[in-house]
């Protein structure tokens, strides 16, 4: 599709052009201005999904929300698996509250799917819990996220995002003064 309007689209090819209403709504855990700048995202398709930005923390900061999220998903999972609802012991639920998880409600989603699934009544108990999770802060290392190095193109380690940002940076701003 060509874009022609606001709403109206151009079939390639075509001669007549279609109106639509589209709303596009995307969300990453990137931070996509500094893409841009690295030259890993293109320009014009982050200042065309940045019309409205919503900033998200993450579940570990904002904790108040697990409870309140388990109950959604114990009710969500009962009714999709044909389960008796169960509920959280209160060692198990703190538990829960104190993973320093990589903040993904998906995570726990599919966290309190398997505890229901596997538990063996109707109480979560801790013991239900898998261990890296039960850890909580002050327990076992943490497993994810991974931290990663990037390879660069001759096959070794290359710069750092934060470095390549600056160089980029320094070489726009060089090219900027020549013009």
Do not use: C, K
């Amino acid at each position: 599709l060509r874009v022609l309007e606001e709403r109206e689209f151009m079939r390639v090819g075509g001669e007549e052009p279609i109106r639509v209403d589209v709303r596009v709504i995307a969300a990453t855990n990137q931070d996509l201005r500094q893409l841009v700048e690295l030259g890993a995202f293109r320009r014009d398709l982050y200042y065309r999904l940045n019309v409205l930005r919503i900033e998200m923390p993450p579940l570990r900061d904002r904790r108040d929300d697990i409870p309140i999220l388990i109950d959604a998903f114990i009710r969500q999972t009962s009714r999709e698996h044909e389960l008796e609802p169960v509920r959280l012991s209160p060692a198990a639920l703190s538990s829960l509250m104190d993973y320093d998880g990589p903040g993904n409600i998906r995570e726990l989603r599919n966290l309190v799917e398997s505890m229901m699934v596997l538990a063996p009544g109707s109480v979560i108990r801790p013991d239900d819990i898998p261990p890296e999770v039960r850890a909580g802060r002050d327990g076992a290392p943490v497993l994810l996220p991974v931290p990663t190095h990037r390879a660069s193109r001759q096959g070794g380690e290359g710069p750092s995002p934060e470095l390549e940002f600056i160089f980029r940076t320094l070489l726009q701003l060089r090219m900027d003064v020549e013009d």
